[in-house]
């Protein structure tokens, strides 16, 4: 199993995937064939045509794929998918209702390269019990991917200094997916992500990573640092 | 129906319930049993004490609900309720395993007083869907008690200025809320709460509200604002 996956699609002042384009080109490597799941935006087509736009300044061939049997076609002939951020739930309920969260696990495991950020990096964990997104439709389960043993947090951040809101931090609420939940989280920062390459995991981007754990303190990795005792 | 809908428990640098216990009272009325449900926290047994002692020191008599059957008939004892904050999945999901939801429902519709604050508040809607809370466990559904015809938002806030982070900000999952759903919602700021007396709602606390809807401006409600066109 290869993955990229990826804390956000785009950094303060930067363009669309241009922060992790080199790691997810060195990963593509020589295949072609790009297949891009835009379903966590509203406005799929908008989007796939973004997505088409940036890869295809790269050379790939893209197709989108559909909320249909056609989907299913495309993630077979795609070498690599890149699963867009947006809604998570409105992302893993488009995949469950047309059964392509099946097709992307059998095929993720069977070769094709995944790769995603923020809602397409909750997608390859376990669950999605760890994403920042709002709840704005009901997937039938939480159950994801799978295709990490561990939960990420995209977009992590520190607690802000000097605020007055009295909503939690995310910390406080990664504390609480532990207390009900006893599976590893990354809170991955923006500008960072997870590179896994069989049994290797590493974390790539500018920033360092928290791994939270029940039990034990949270623990700081640097970047570039061998992630694969998560696996 | 007779109910409170409070944004957040604590106000930065008052004691706990203070900013809203007045409305509360008032609410309240010659009323004295009070029914604590402390499910959306994890510490049930502490989280009671700390709602025994604060509405203790107001002069009513506190019981916990349990999630069993003695809850239900804490709920039928009580003549008015408070549904603590934290974890709204984690409140729903237990109100839900146990069927408390459909007797909290009966009983609030029946003349018991509800109040609740955060997810307490987000449990009145007609769904969980607006919540902020991450979804650490899966309730069977995200249905909820449908006090009211719309949603809450609650520790609303402004889009912060200067910020580099690029997760989305409260006012954009909202919009994607209603991408999904025709309900409205109103994002309920800190320090204000929502009083239901009847066919009649109005606006309490110190900060405007934001009302959002599907195909209109987003539009501010003052502190003590008519809010009955929303039921």
């Given amino acids: 199993m290869q993955a990229l996956l990826v804390s956000n699609s785009t950094n303060h002042d930067e363009g669309y995937l241009d922060h992790c384009m080199p790691a997810m080109l060195e990963l593509i490597g020589e295949r072609r064939r790009l297949a891009f799941v835009p379903f966590a935006l509203f406005d799929r087509e908008g989007y796939a045509a973004r997505a088409a736009d940036r890869f295809g300044r790269e050379g790939l061939e893209v197709r989108a794929v559909t909320a249909d049997t056609t989907g299913h076609d495309t993630l077979r ?43 397409g990096a909750n997608l390859a964990c376990p669950t999605i019990r760890t994403t920042n997104d709002m709840p704005i439709v009901q997937p039938v389960s939480f159950d994801a991917l799978g295709l990490v043993p561990f939960q990420i947090n995209p977009h992590y951040l520190n ?55 029940r039990e034990t303190a949270p623990e700081e990795r640097s970047p570039g640092a061998d992630l694969s005792d998560l696996l």
């Fill in 77 to 119: 002939w795609a070498e690599a998918v890149f699963v867009g951020g947006g809604n998570t739930f409105r992302l893993l309920k488009t995949v469950q209702e047309h059964d392509l969260l099946t097709t992307l696990r059998q095929r993720s495991r069977d070769g094709l390269v995944y790769m995603g950020a923020s809602a």
């Fill in 159 to 213: 607690p802000p200094t000097g605020s007055t809101h009295m909503g939690e931090t995310r910390e406080q609420r990664l504390t609480e997916f532990l207390e009900e939940n006893p599976t590893v989280v990354v809170g991955l920062r923006e500008g960072s992500w997870i590179k896994v390459a069989g049994a290797a995991a590493t974390l790539g981007g500018l920033r360092p990573a928290l791994v939270l754990k």
